[in-house]
């Protein structure tokens, strides 16, 4: 599995950015995320063809991944940007799962590429 995030830069706070992840192969995608000194966290998944979409309560409302598997490609617009969203984002292969009582959730897979870096500042 090859997977290749692009898209990080610098932008201003209340900015946009779009990642983009050139993914091989049909899996469950997620993006990732991991701010200096901390640990990496889920941001947002989307499943491999049903469209199922998970989102980290801190990027619900700003941030939205979608996928085009005709381009074998999953993105993630970020809106509404933010200092806290400053962090190195991997897009990486994803387990998913869904309960009535939690809702969906989403953790890394066995496959992720290089980083790319987000970083929000004035």
């Known amino acids: 599995v090859q997977l290749q995030a692009s898209g990080g830069g610098l932008v201003q706070p209340g900015g946009s950015l779009r990642l983009s992840c050139a993914a091989s192969?049909?899996?469950?995608i997620g993006w990732f995320r991991q701010a200096p000194g901390m640990g990496r966290k889920g941001v947002s998944c989307i499943s491999s063809r049903d469209g199922i979409t998970y989102y980290a309560d801190s990027v619900k409302g700003r941030f939205t991944i979608s996928r085009d598997n005709a381009k074998n490609t999953v993105y993630l617009q970020m809106d509404s940007l933010n200092p806290e969203d400053t962090a190195v984002y991997y897009c990486a292969t994803a387990v998913m799962s869904k309960t009535l009582k939690y809702g969906t959730s989403c953790s890394m897979g066995d496959y992720w590429g290089q980083g790319t870096l987000v970083t929000v500042s004035s």
């Open positions: 192969g049909y899996y469950a």
